[in-house]
């Protein structure tokens, strides 16, 4: 009798996993799927399995609710190491320290999300998530000509919930005395909800869980499209769905057509590649997506006599950006270069004059003991970088009715990404946003020019 109960009781459990709801197989366990091979055919097809197309799986899969036959939700990625991902050589910084609304609210929605993020992510029987958030406000300095914008963007930060403070350099001095303050006129400093974390724990977090769930996931790239057009107002089709997505088998010609009834763009910096794969009608994909990789450069260097412990992510009045790398003396940082200097994107190799030349002198200027420093390593990713306005594109696209975009956030998507795919989940779920409204990132400022700009890219 025993036996029966505990059967009954075990079944009722199964019944509970959302794998089995969709009435196909049984509980997945979490990070692997037993068949690697795309489906025939998946409800949603998500391009890219970063942390942006890892957080709209999940999202979807929470805001699906307790259907009966669950959402097939099919994450493709060509690259199962993430060699060039840019969520895993991003810097892992989270700040509220934005010049648009939006992404100020979005900066919020995350923090929050990752305070809590094992209620969130955590699935049964799995150790819990650590991921070794480390708490530090952002530390933006102003020259007396970006004073005055400076101290209107914290303004609008705090009108949206964020604890940000302004310090004259006095107080600046006072608080952080290993600073030169030459030509620093204020200061804006981030006292909640800022600091750095291990973007790589976030992504599998996020992807163990969708698994979980019952997102599918897939190695292969999406090299092409079957697209049915719609040609109601005359000359020329005026829009198209996407019917199949040509998924590549790695290695290999051989491609499997995946019927789907939406697709979302989470493919980061080839996000704008993607739109000119085989099969898509150019004509419908102007204006073109305007987002393309752009090489970043992240050294990192040891320095005993450096600002130590209470050292924040500095982002200088020269654009150079440093934060502490653990707790032995090491840091890390960077600087976005001229548009005119952009490095070539072609490889992923590292420029290292460009430290010696640009950013060592800006950092020794900013923190005199930096002038001692010991460099310890590199490497170099790729931002989503959006050239219209340095903001991400979400949203439907205007002419391929069944294509959503989720890209371009030029060097702040890893912590938009929480509030990124709960966005994108709520739109093609409920057809609206609910919790932030993103209508802004939308693809009209393309088309109709009006860019969204952001002024704290850094
Ligand atoms: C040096 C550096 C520092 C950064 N620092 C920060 C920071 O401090 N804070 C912050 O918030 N952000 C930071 N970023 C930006 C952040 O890393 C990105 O905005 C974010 O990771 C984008 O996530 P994603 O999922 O869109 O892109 P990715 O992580 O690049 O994922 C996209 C995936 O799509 C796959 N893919 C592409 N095309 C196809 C295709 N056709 N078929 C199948 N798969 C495809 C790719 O292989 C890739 O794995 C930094 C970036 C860099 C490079």
């Given at each position: ?11 009722t ?17 979490p990070?692997t ?8 055919e ?30 097939k ?15 895993v ?24 999300f ?16 650590d ?10 300095l102003?020259?007396?000509?970006n ?29 952080f ?36 769930l ?20 005359p ?24 019927a ?35 090489k ?23 654009g ?11 840091y ?27 950013i ?11 002038e ?49 795919g ?12 609910e ?24």
């Amino acid at each position: 009798e025993l036996g029966q109960t505990l059967e009954r009781m075990a079944q009722t459990l199964r019944d509970q996993l959302p794998a089995s709801r969709s009435g196909e197989r049984g509980w997945v366990p979490p990070g692997t799927h037993p068949d690697p091979r795309p489906p025939d055919e998946a409800d949603v097809v998500v391009v890219g399995g970063g942390v942006v197309g890892w957080s709209v799986a999940y999202w979807l899969k929470v805001l699906e609710g307790r259907r009966r036959h669950g959402m097939k939700v099919l994450v493709v990625e060509r690259d199962p190491t993430y060699s060039r991902a840019s969520t895993v050589l991003s810097a892992g910084g989270i700040r509220q320290q934005f010049s648009l609304r939006e992404n100020i609210q979005m900066s919020r929605f995350s923090a929050s999300f990752l305070r809590d993020i094992n209620e969130h992510l955590g699935v049964p029987n799995e150790p819990p998530i650590d991921i070794q958030f480390q708490p530090s406000g952002y530390l933006f300095l102003a020259s007396p000509q970006n004073a005055a914008a400076l101290e209107a963007t914290v303004q609008l930060q705090r009108d949206e919930g964020a604890q940000v403070t302004l310090l004259s350099p006095t107080q600046l001095k006072t608080k952080f005395p290993w600073i030169n303050t030459e030509d620093v006129a204020v200061a804006s400093y981030g006292l909640e909800d800022e600091g750095w974390f291990d973007p790589w724990t976030l992504l599998n977090a996020f992807r163990r869980k969708a698994i979980s769930l019952g997102v599918q996931s897939c190695s292969g790239e999406v090299r092409g499209f079957v697209t049915s057009t719609n040609h109601m107002m005359p000359p020329g089709p005026s829009s198209a769905r996407i019917k199949y997505v040509h998924v590549y088998m790695p290695d290999s010609l051989e491609y499997q057509p995946v019927a789907c009834a939406i697709v979302v763009n989470a493919a980061g910096a080839w996000a704008g590649k993607l739109l000119e794969a085989d099969g898509l009608p150019r004509g419908l994909c102007r204006p073109s997506l305007p987002i393309q990789p752009r090489k970043r450069y992240v050294f990192t260097w040891h320095c005993p006599n450096g600002p130590g412990l209470s050292c924040p992510f500095l982002v200088d009045t020269s654009g150079a950006y440093f934060r502490r790398d653990g707790f032995a003396g090491n840091y890390l940082g960077g600087m976005s270069p001229p548009e005119e200097e952009e490095p070539d994107p072609s490889d992923l190799s590292v420029d290292h004059d460009y430290f010696q030349e640009q950013i060592w002198p800006r950092l020794a200027r900013r923190v005199p003991a930096f002038e001692s420093l010991r460099v310890r390593g590199s490497w170099a990713g790729y931002y989503d970088y959006n050239t219209f306005d340095q903001n991400g594109v979400l949203g439907p696209h205007p002419r391929l009715e069944n294509l959503f975009l989720a890209a371009g956030f030029s060097g702040h998507g890893l912590q938009h990404a929480p509030a990124t795919g709960r966005a994108m989940a709520e739109l093609l779920i409920k057809g609206r946003y609910e919790t932030l409204d993103l209508r802004r990132l939308g693809w009209d400022r393309l088309v109709d020019g009006e860019p969204l700009e952001e002024h704290a890219v850094v």
